[in-house]
């Protein structure tokens, strides 16, 4: 039985067994091969020795290979895999993680079915996936558990969400207040969105500039690249509140404690979703010294500095927002967004990176087409298109497919599977322009490492093979099948899952016989994460 996840489209698969013990385990490395030494027995979980000539696992180099494919057999004289490098090979070590059929930890024997894979490569370069830690931070070792999560599913991107209004979670030399202000705030909404209550027990962390560095070659061993979030020039509320001179209005300020409209207005609070200003020169020394400083700490190309939901009226009544929209000849308070996006575009490309911003940047004037826009909003934005036309690139995060903090009812883990940009507003002709596509884990309702594996588990898993996977291999009645062995891995690894008839089959609740059968109220969701929820928090 194929168990693999993301399927690879050509695999050849037979009765027999090649077994070895793990204390006789060898491996040989062409030396074009070696740099993956290292992490062999990190992977597979046993100790290898390295020896010349035939052994359990042998590393062939392959120059044909594009640079993540790779092709691998099973038989009877052991396992062979062909690459072209680091991750091709990387990649091959995880599918042959996943083929063995015993317990990894544990069994002094382990065993694979023969098999052959042809050529198994990605279908997107961009296979992501995005963790937020300013509303609510998880610390280093989750982290590290979920890029391991990653990298057994072949996904390549971590877009990690360090700032926002709840909290701001990364060192910035220049800047100390930043995180000894903004990374702590004194209570946390509990519950949902329109939900009164408060938590008021205190909330804090941030990493600090040598955190980050383990991190990032952490992932790197993991063929995976980090992209940081740091985001200009609305949801910057935990930036304001350490440094007030930075809105239009230089008023003190608290990090965000409730995550949305409905606290503040039932309060009678009107000053919460304050923008950066765009008139004040200090305000664009500021941004660029930060991206300084991150830059400096992620090798990758890409920086995201998210660019969405920047409420108008703040800029509308500042006097130095209307001058800068008056001396730069601008129309009107979003061409003044347009004119600063385009101003952090100049200051990265000359860093060397490249601007990735929410679909939301896209209705900047004049914007450079190599901006990458993320697509996160389900209504058709022209300006995507229009941007595509251009041979702008996109990241698709539409989010009913991908907002993994969503109810199972609203995104279902099918919209995952089945995900195709033609079916979201992207025309045939411009489907090269699409990167790849990412899930997006919010934290607003998620306080807890179970809490998030239990969201995104499953998900990650539909992503991996929606983002790797050729069109036509997948069905997603085998791929739910395919999950019930993977559910072995999730327990092996700690990874807290949902049962499938909450995830997997949540439409099928819909129907309220299944409900009932089960024991639940038709509002399903709620009712199983109630009923699950303690043991989530152990
Ligand atoms: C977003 O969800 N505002 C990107
Ligand atoms: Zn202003």
């Not at 392959?62 to 991750?87: C, P």
């Not at 072949?154 to 969400?161: A, G, M, S, T």
């Not at 700032?163 to 220049?174: L, N």
Request: contains cysteine; glycine residues 6%.
């Amino acid at each position: 039985m194929i168990n693999l996840i993301p399927l690879p489209e050509k695999i050849k698969q037979q009765k027999d067994i090649f077994s070895f013990e793990k204390k006789n385990a060898t491996v040989c490395f062409s030396p074009r091969l070696s740099e993956i030494k290292k992490i062999v027995s990190v992977v597979l979980g046993c100790d290898f020795k390295e020896t010349e000539g035939s052994a359990v696992l042998n590393f062939v180099f392959d120059k044909s290979k594009e640079k993540e494919a790779y092709s691998l057999t099973v038989n009877k004289n052991g396992i062979e895999v062909l690459a072209s490098g680091y991750e091709g090979a990387f990649y091959a070590l995880q599918t042959v993680r996943q083929l063995f059929e015993t317990d990894l930890k544990n069994k002094k024997v382990l065993s694979a079915p023969f098999t052959e894979i042809e050529n198994d490569s990605p279908r997107y370069e961009w296979r992501g996936l995005q963790l937020d830690e300013s509303r609510h931070f998880f610390g280093k070792e989750t982290v590290k558990k979920l890029l391991d999560f990653m990298a057994m599913y072949k996904l390549n991107v971590f877009h990690w969400h360090l700032t926002d209004d709840q909290g701001w979670r990364i060192e910035i030399k220049k800047y100390p207040l930043l995180t000894e202000i903004g990374s702590k705030r004194n209570a946390s909404q509990l519950g949902n969105w329109n939900c009164l209550d408060m938590d008021y027990t205190s909330h804090e962390g941030f990493y600090t500039q040598e955190d980050i560095k383990e991190i990032v070659a952490y992932a790197k061993e993991r063929c995976i690249e980090i992209v940081p979030e740091i985001d200009f020039p609305a949801h910057s509320a935990a930036a304001l509140a350490a440094y007030n001179n930075l809105a239009c209005r230089n008023i003190p300020c608290e990090v965000l404690t409730y995550f949305g409209e409905v606290v503040p207005f039932s309060k009678g609070i009107h000053d919460w979703n304050r923008t950066l200003c765009l008139g004040k020169d200090e305000v664009y020394s500021f941004v660029f010294d930060v991206i300084d400083e991150v830059a400096a700490l992620f090798p990758f190309e890409y920086f995201h500095v998210g660019g969405d939901e920047a409420p108008r009226n703040e800029w509308k009544k500042c006097p130095l927002c209307q001058k800068k929209i008056k001396d730069e000849n601008l129309k009107n308070e979003d061409e003044l967004q347009g004119f600063f996006t385009n101003k952090l575009n100049e200051h990265l490309k000359a860093l060397g990176k490249t601007l990735i911003g929410w679909n939301e940047i896209l209705s900047a004037k004049g914007l450079d087409r190599d901006v990458v826009a993320q697509y996160w909003t389900l209504k058709k934005d022209p300006n995507v298109t229009k941007h595509l036309k251009k041979g702008g690139k996109i990241i698709m995060s539409c989010h009913n497919s991908f907002y993994f903090d969503m109810p199972h009812t609203q995104a279902k883990v099918r919209n995952t599977y089945y995900f195709n940009p033609l079916k979201h507003n992207v025309p045939e002709a411009y489907m090269s322009e699409v990167l790849g596509l990412e899930g997006e884990n919010w934290t607003e309702w998620t306080d807890c490492e179970n809490e998030l594996f239990f969201k995104l588990s499953v998900r990650t898993l539909a992503l991996a093979e929606s983002a790797w996977s050729t069109e036509k291999s997948k069905s997603f009645k085998d791929f739910c099948r395919r999950l019930q062995r993977h559910k072995f891995y999730f327990d092996a690894l700690g990874i807290y899952y949902g049962h499938d008839e909450f995830t997997v089959n949540a439409s099928v609740l819909k129907k309220t016989k299944k409900a009932k059968s089960l024991g639940i109220s038709v509002k399903n969701y709620d009712a199983e994460y109630e009923m699950d929820k303690l043991k989530r928090k152990k």
